[in-house]
């Protein structure tokens, strides 16, 4: 089983649409949890980080669930600008090691 | 701050030449990384640096050779390259402190023929 679990997509989508995206990790130790926003040919930025309580961003909510080793990502009123690649990311439980990275959902918004 | 820096951007080099990719970031953290992403594999670990002085292999060493010149800097060498290193290359730092998350920087995008 690979350690962070992403559907590639890609989803397609209209403007305005709301969609979720799912991951699951295998580390039940895994300690932080992100979204990244990747845009073609840049480098991957932090989104948001996840918490166990689920967080809240403008248009973007991210939800933690422990017990399932599961972390979703639900983007309303969808946006052109918010076409990217979304990688889900884990933190083992210690520090100072790399990040985990799924290979990215793929989200295309049209209009 | 400039945040995390690489050079070159680009760079085409010829089966068997080397080359070194440089790193630096400018916000006084511990620790640093060096990864590959190639179409549908994504990101993958290469080499990092939990702190000065200190480096480690990640999933995919083979063929490349780090130096952590000291708290800012984090190279990357490549001694004889082949054409499987034809990739885009990205450098990251970390803090060091749990929770804290990782940036990135540009990226290099390497073509080897």
């Known amino acids: 089983r690979k350690e962070v679990e992403q559907d590639p997509g890609p989803f397609n989508v209209p403007e305005g649409a709301t969609v979720a995206f799912n991951c699951t990790y295998s580390?039940?130790?895994?300690?932080?949890f992100f979204w990244y926003r990747q845009d073609c040919r840049k480098e991957p930025k932090l989104l948001m980080s996840?918490?166990?309580s689920g967080n809240e961003d403008g248009r973007f909510t991210a939800q933690l669930n422990r017990a399932s080793q599961y972390i979703s990502l639900l983007i309303r009123d969808s946006k052109l600008s918010d076409s990217a690649t979304y990688l889900c990311?884990?933190?083992?439980?210690?520090?100072?090691?790399?990040?985990?990275f799924g290979k990215g959902t793929t989200l295309s918004v049209s209009s | 701050n400039a945040g995390v820096t690489q050079t070159p951007k680009f760079q085409v080099l010829k089966t068997g030449q080397s080359m070194t990719l440089q790193c630096a970031q400018d916000?006084?953290?511990?620790?640093m990384y060096w990864y590959r992403q190639d179409p549908g594999m994504g990101l993958r670990l290469i080499y990092y640096?939990?702190?000065?002085?200190?480096?480690d292999k990640g999933e995919v060493p083979n063929g490349y050779n780090v130096s952590r010149l000291n708290k800012r800097e984090f190279s990357l060498r490549l001694e004889s390259a082949a054409p499987s290193q034809t990739s885009v290359y990205f450098c990251?730092?970390?803090?060091?402190?749990?929770?804290?998350?990782?940036?990135f920087g540009p990226g290099t995008r390497l073509l080897v023929l």
């Open positions: 990311v884990v933190s083992p439980q210690w520090t100072g090691t790399a990040l985990i």
């Open positions: 580390n039940s130790a895994s300690q932080s």
């Open positions: 996840v918490y166990s």
């Open positions: 916000m006084n953290h511990n620790s």
């Open positions: 640096s939990a702190s000065e002085g200190t480096t």
């Open positions: 990251a730092s970390l803090a060091g402190r749990a929770g804290e998350t990782q940036y």
